[in-house]
């Protein structure tokens, strides 16, 4: 069982609201994803880090902000939420190497209204 | 442009039977490609990945196969029962150094008793 982290798991909020979407793992992984999914389409990289003070933006354009201070913790912040944002946010880790099976979270289901 | 797709999108069998979920992907020259689980409001769970140079993998009644130069993969399922009914998502990995792995977008299988 992977031991990755997500809060809150539902978020309802208004338009403007900065929000913050907060992702830990417990089993030391290097490299970290934040994903972003609508209802029946894929699923498309927002954010990656490879290591502390290392993020990098995906191939899918967000108005979203990582950080990554630790090594266990990837929060994602959204500055001013709109209904456009409304979607489920999956976190992800992976150790480096050969293979690079990828954990997830059980993600965070955000709607702005 | 990789692209992956998943047929059938949907799918519905009776308890005990074997089924096929197939995955193609457009540019062949890929790392690894990894086979996921995804319950409803739920994270993903990897249950196989296989290498490029592999052609397949086995897990308890899960079979995944690969064909890379036909662009093709195929998880094969074994005896089904109610729990497996869930999305099963197909995903490549572009290269060693790349860090997206593309998606499909699944295929939502139902198992009735």
């Known amino acids: 069982e992977a031991d990755i982290y997500q809060t809150p798991r539902y978020l309802v909020i208004g338009t403007g609201k900065k929000i913050t979407l907060e992702c830990s793992q417990t089993m030391g992984h290097d490299k970290m994803y934040w994903y972003q999914q609508d209802p029946g389409m894929e699923l498309h990289l927002i954010h990656y880090?490879?290591?502390?003070?290392?993020?990098e933006k995906g191939d899918l354009s967000s108005e979203s902000t990582v950080s990554r201070i630790r090594t266990e913790h990837f929060p994602l912040t959204l500055e001013s939420a709109r209904p456009s944002h409304t979607s489920q946010y999956l976190c992800?880790?992976?150790?480096?190497?050969?293979?690079?099976?990828?954990?997830f979270g059980s993600g965070t289901q955000l709607s702005v209204l | 442009k990789q692209e992956v797709t998943q047929i059938p999108a949907a799918l519905s069998v009776p308890e005990g039977e074997n089924l096929v979920l197939n995955c193609s992907f457009t540019?062949?020259?890929?790392?690894?490609l990894q086979w996921f689980r995804q319950d409803p409001g739920k994270g993903l769970t990897s249950l196989l990945l296989i290498q490029s140079s592999q052609r397949e993998q086995t897990s308890g009644r899960l079979n995944a196969s690969l064909d890379k130069s036909s662009g093709r993969s195929t998880l094969y399922i074994a005896a089904s029962q109610p729990g497996d009914s869930a999305t099963y998502l197909c995903?490549?990995?572009?290269?060693?150094?790349?860090?997206?792995?593309?998606f499909g977008k699944g295929t939502t299988l139902s198992v009735s008793s």
């Open positions: 995903a490549v990995k572009r290269n060693q150094a790349g860090t997206a792995l593309i």
């Open positions: 880090s490879y290591g502390v003070n290392s993020t």
């Open positions: 540019d062949s020259a890929i790392y690894n």
């Open positions: 992800a880790s992976s150790v480096g190497g050969e293979g690079e099976k990828l954990f």
